[in-house]
């Protein structure tokens, strides 16, 4: 028998691990976690913030400069990290780098009522990165309107913009429940009260609409809202795992607040030893054939038992 979630009993995610792994995965030195980089999987650190996120900001360059008019590329981006997106916009304007033959998917959204939220909801993805990055190009630079992809409840144009353009990369945090975009675990019920989907299983889902684990709630209310976990929607759209593996590399930023040590540990760990398990979503990149984590050292932190 798997263990109950210590955090929330009627779902799955990484307390139902086995001890022994969570263990293993606290253990590790920031020398063991650069010996974990395997073929597929590369490990970076950055020891400045300015460096992480101007890094995270080229990943967007690079990829869109590689677009031509017969062969157009892509980004599919974040919402958390942010800090990269403003150095997005003025890399663009600086190099006067044309965007016109770029795409860009955002990777999630808010769902309220059963709809996507509009562009004026305070805590809108799509919102903050028209505000943060596509609104601050130059018009004459800027990607055409119609190669801005963001997910929708009716998600068929959303999931057919995947076949428009090669995506370059994938970029993306992780989540204090170990996602990517809003692949949350699934709630332990029906078919998966004994044991959460298996890894072919969840890597057959595409971009949905999901609950969303209550770790993801308190998360979003203490990065983006204060707090104020009455004001995050319990549902959200996510970009699936069918257009992740779409997509050349997946990139993924740890700047040391988004998820705390043990996480960034423990999906590094179950990664390069490949160990997918749906109840950590981002262990099911251990069978994608190009990953790449970058962490800010200082972020990093310990597990190691401090009392305040």
Aim: charged content about 25%.
């Amino acid at each position: 028998m798997r263990n109950i979630s210590k955090v929330a009993p009627e779902w799955w995610d990484y307390t139902t691990l086995d001890k022994d792994l969570l263990d293993a995965a606290a253990a590790l030195t920031e020398k063991d976690i650069h010996q974990l980089a395997r073929e597929g999987f590369t490990i970076k650190f950055y020891d400045t913030i300015e460096e992480f996120y101007l890094a995270e900001a080229l990943e967007y360059i690079t990829a869109w400069q590689q677009g031509t008019k017969d062969s157009p590329t892509g980004v599919c981006g974040p919402i958390g990290p942010t800090e990269q997106l403003p150095l997005v916009a003025r890399i663009v304007n600086e190099l006067d780098i044309s965007l016109k033959h770029c795409h860009f998917w955002g990777m999630d959204e808010w769902v309220v009522n059963g709809k996507e939220v509009s562009a004026d909801f305070p805590l809108g993805f799509a919102r903050a990165d028209m505000d943060l990055c596509f609104n601050r190009i130059k018009p004459e630079l800027a990607i055409p309107k119609e190669n801005i992809h963001f997910p929708a409840v009716d998600s068929k144009k959303y999931i057919e913009s995947w076949n428009s353009a090669r995506c370059v990369v994938m970029q993306g945090g992780q989540g204090e429940v170990k996602h990517w975009a809003f692949n949350d675990p699934p709630k332990r019920e029906g078919i998966y009260q004994d044991a959460p989907p298996s890894p072919e299983e969840y890597r057959k889902l595409g971009t949905r609409v999901v609950d969303l684990h209550p770790m993801t709630l308190i998360q979003n209310a203490r990065t983006s809202g204060g707090g104020m976990v009455q004001n995050v929607p319990c549902q959200a759209l996510t970009v699936g795992p069918v257009e992740t593996w779409k997509a050349e590399k997946v990139s993924i930023w740890h700047p040391g607040h988004h998820d705390n040590p043990l996480g960034m540990r423990l999906t590094t760990l179950m990664i390069s030893k490949k160990i997918p398990d749906s109840s950590v979503p981002m262990s099911l990149l251990a069978d994608h054939p190009n990953v790449q984590f970058n962490f800010y050292r200082p972020g990093l932190g310990s597990c190691e038992v401090e009392m305040h």
